[in-house]
């Protein structure tokens, strides 16, 4: 009678494929930028940056959405969002599109000056 012999599964080869795996979708994965909904084309600007901190409130604005925080939102809704802000010196960061009707723009501004939110940052890209 023959001894079976046991067979021994190599983990080697497994693990190699299973980090180059993991590096493949590291490498080819983009992250989504913090708070932010909309795909803008920001001016560009040479004046001196300040940093956005995370508490700041984000209002982004492009040719066909505007977005409060993240989410997309609309003009009655933004109305609704500020009206609930206590905090008048929390500073307002305003991304927008630079194709974006000045218009649009203007209803912007006039709903932060109804609830007296004057502490604005309009965020650009930084000039070459």
């Known amino acids: ?20 795996l993991l590096i493949f979708f590291m490498v080819t994965s983009t992250f989504k930028s913090q708070n932010t909904a ?9 004046a001196s940056s300040k940093a956005v901190k995370k508490e700041d409130i984000t209002i982004e604005l492009s040719t066909y959405a505007l977005a409060f925080k993240g989410k997309i939102i609309t003009l009655k809704m933004l109305d609704k969002y500020l009206s609930q ?6 500073t307002i960061t305003l991304k927008i599109d630079k194709k ?29």
């Open 1 to 20: 009678m023959k001894k079976r012999e046991t067979l021994n599964f190599d983990m080697t080869p497994l693990i190699d494929v299973v980090f180059i």
């Open 38 to 46: 909309l795909s803008l084309e920001l001016p560009k600007a040479s």
């Open 85 to 90: 802000i206590n905090d008048k010196e929390k």
């Open 100 to 128: 974006v009707e000045y218009a649009k723009v203007i209803q912007i501004l006039n709903i932060l000056q109804k609830y007296n939110l004057n502490n604005l940052a309009l965020i650009t890209k930084k000039q070459n």
